[in-house]
């Protein structure tokens, strides 16, 4: 335990653990003067540090979650590999701690690539994803010597095509993205396995892509990808998935994506890695040739419960029957709540309090009444100065802050035994005008 503890910590898997702690990366424990230490370093220490708001990674929970997954999968399918998909937490720092959990890398865009490679990924273990691949992001993938590129519309073929015709008769394996007509329970702006989703192609043209690459001299199939959405809390849909592209024929690969939920509420119960990929791995028994290689690709799940965002308190106003909580940071910094209704919680960082607090409405500094952190949470006399600490924010909060109202991004901050490390710095006022010209 970390020295200055109290034994009331986190559980590995703490599904069912109560406020305060049940939401903070594993680990997460009192300090003798009541406050959150978190990865084993003190929370008014670290907002006196780096300065609030910051986003606190607990590195230690990121690299065991990495290992749960690797290690999981291949316990359950020896012929198996995981790829982080990066578009959740697209840092230099976090594509190079994966990495050296041995993971592969699931890249969607020419940046998240050139972040990808300058982290060190082995070229081998890129998967290059997108729906609107542009020449430029196919040849650095390509030249890069990107492992598998996911085809996902018959422009994809001719391209890439093309920029091997000029590679010097180099062959790429590529995947087909198949669209399974299965629709999660989950917000509509994350779910991608639908009819009429923009991704991938629906079986029938699916079988005309696999007929066409068979027949490419340049393009080397390998197998099938799929991917239904995002923040799903149930195996069931996976399942569904995997029936729909073992409809297709036998390969050597399967990449079943990513998607599974994580568990930003005290009322939110999704399967845990351990179920997911026990759904996974006995679909993939059933269903799939006995020696296909499977490959899985989780963002959210590796990511958000790692990751805390601290905030320092504004103002308390009083007002109409409600408390709201007004802090420094937002939707600036994270844009979950307004873009897909995601609920986090919230408690006081120094005085973390149970169910019996002030309920309370925690709200960023920006100018849209929609800018809200924590719609309804209960906090333990909340005061101006305060910290905040919003716990479950390591995913697609960083890949979606922006500047609004000319926020400054806040830095992150990895937090390991103790120690703290800054491996983002927060942008200065210069930065938001470095691209001016004159
Ligand atoms: C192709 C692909 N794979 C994996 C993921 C990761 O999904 P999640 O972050 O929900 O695990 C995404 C996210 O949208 C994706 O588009």
Redesign the pocket.
Request: proline share 7%; net charge negative.
């Given at each position: 335990m970390v020295p200055g503890t109290t034994a009331t910590t986190a559980t590995p898997d703490h599904r069912s653990s109560p406020r305060p702690l049940g939401l903070f990366p594993p680990g997460t424990a009192l300090a003798p003067d009541g406050a959150l230490r978190i990865g084993g370093c003190h929370v008014a220490e670290l907002a006196e540090r780096y300065g609030t708001p910051a986003l606190i990674v607990d590195e230690g929970a990121l690299r065991d979650r990495a290992r749960r997954y690797a290690d999981g999968l291949a316990a359950r399918r020896t012929n198996s590999a995981v790829a982080f998909?990066s578009?959740?937490f697209p840092c230099t720092a976090v594509y190079r701690l994966l990495v050296e959990e041995g993971l592969g890398i699931?890249v969607?865009s020419g940046g998240e690539l050139a972040l990808a490679l300058a982290a060190g990924t082995d070229p081998a273990k890129l998967i290059v994803?997108g729906n609107a691949k542009t020449d430029d992001y196919l040849r650095a993938a390509v030249e890069a010597g990107a492992g598998l590129v996911?085809i996902d519309n018959f422009d994809d073929i001719e391209r890439l095509e093309h920029i091997l015709g000029d590679a010097h008769g180099r062959e790429q394996a590529v995947l087909v993205r198949v669209t399974p007509d299965v629709r999660p329970d989950t917000h509509e702006a994350?779910s991608?396995g639908q009819r009429g989703s923009k991704?991938g192609l629906l079986l029938p043209q699916a079988r005309e892509a696999i007929a066409r690459l068979r027949g490419s001299s340049r393009l080397r199939l390998d197998g099938l990808?799929v991917?239904i959405?995002?923040?799903i809390l149930d195996t069931e849909p996976f399942v569904r998935a995997v029936e729909a592209v073992a409809e297709l024929g036998e390969f050597p690969v399967y990449d079943l994506?990513?998607?599974?939920g994580a568990r930003y509420t005290y009322d939110d119960r999704p399967p845990s890695v351990e179920e997911y990929l026990d759904a996974l791995a006995s679909a993939a028994d059933d269903l799939l040739p006995s020696g296909a290689r499977v490959i899985i690709?989780?963002?959210?799940?590796?990511v958000a419960e790692a990751g805390v965002s601290l905030y320092r308190v504004v103002t308390v106003k009083r007002t109409g029957g409600e408390t709201f909580v007004a802090v420094d940071g937002g939707m600036g910094d994270n844009l979950e709540v307004s873009l897909y209704g995601q609920r986090f919680e919230a408690t006081v960082a120094t005085r973390p309090g149970g169910p019996d607090g002030e309920m309370c409405r925690v709200v960023g500094q920006h100018c849209e009444s929609g800018d809200v952190l924590s719609a309804s949470v209960p906090l333990n006399d909340p005061r101006p100065g305060d910290l905040i600490a919003v716990p479950v924010t390591g995913?697609y909060t960083y890949s979606l802050a922006n500047n609004y109202n000319a926020a400054r991004r806040p830095p992150v901050v990895f937090c390991r035994d103790g120690r703290s490390r800054p491996v983002v710095r927060r942008e200065t006022y210069a930065d938001l005008m470095r691209r001016d010209l004159p």
């Amino acid at each position: 335990m970390v020295p200055g503890t109290t034994a009331t910590t986190a559980t590995p898997d703490h599904r069912s653990s109560p406020r305060p702690l049940g939401l903070f990366p594993p680990g997460t424990a009192l300090a003798p003067d009541g406050a959150l230490r978190i990865g084993g370093c003190h929370v008014a220490e670290l907002a006196e540090r780096y300065g609030t708001p910051a986003l606190i990674v607990d590195e230690g929970a990121l690299r065991d979650r990495a290992r749960r997954y690797a290690d999981g999968l291949a316990a359950r399918r020896t012929n198996s590999a995981v790829a982080f998909a990066s578009k959740a937490f697209p840092c230099t720092a976090v594509y190079r701690l994966l990495v050296e959990e041995g993971l592969g890398i699931d890249v969607a865009s020419g940046g998240e690539l050139a972040l990808a490679l300058a982290a060190g990924t082995d070229p081998a273990k890129l998967i290059v994803h997108g729906n609107a691949k542009t020449d430029d992001y196919l040849r650095a993938a390509v030249e890069a010597g990107a492992g598998l590129v996911v085809i996902d519309n018959f422009d994809d073929i001719e391209r890439l095509e093309h920029i091997l015709g000029d590679a010097h008769g180099r062959e790429q394996a590529v995947l087909v993205r198949v669209t399974p007509d299965v629709r999660p329970d989950t917000h509509e702006a994350v779910s991608t396995g639908q009819r009429g989703s923009k991704f991938g192609l629906l079986l029938p043209q699916a079988r005309e892509a696999i007929a066409r690459l068979r027949g490419s001299s340049r393009l080397r199939l390998d197998g099938l990808h799929v991917h239904i959405g995002s923040q799903i809390l149930d195996t069931e849909p996976f399942v569904r998935a995997v029936e729909a592209v073992a409809e297709l024929g036998e390969f050597p690969v399967y990449d079943l994506g990513g998607g599974l939920g994580a568990r930003y509420t005290y009322d939110d119960r999704p399967p845990s890695v351990e179920e997911y990929l026990d759904a996974l791995a006995s679909a993939a028994d059933d269903l799939l040739p006995s020696g296909a290689r499977v490959i899985i690709e989780p963002g959210r799940s590796m990511v958000a419960e790692a990751g805390v965002s601290l905030y320092r308190v504004v103002t308390v106003k009083r007002t109409g029957g409600e408390t709201f909580v007004a802090v420094d940071g937002g939707m600036g910094d994270n844009l979950e709540v307004s873009l897909y209704g995601q609920r986090f919680e919230a408690t006081v960082a120094t005085r973390p309090g149970g169910p019996d607090g002030e309920m309370c409405r925690v709200v960023g500094q920006h100018c849209e009444s929609g800018d809200v952190l924590s719609a309804s949470v209960p906090l333990n006399d909340p005061r101006p100065g305060d910290l905040i600490a919003v716990p479950v924010t390591g995913a697609y909060t960083y890949s979606l802050a922006n500047n609004y109202n000319a926020a400054r991004r806040p830095p992150v901050v990895f937090c390991r035994d103790g120690r703290s490390r800054p491996v983002v710095r927060r942008e200065t006022y210069a930065d938001l005008m470095r691209r001016d010209l004159p």
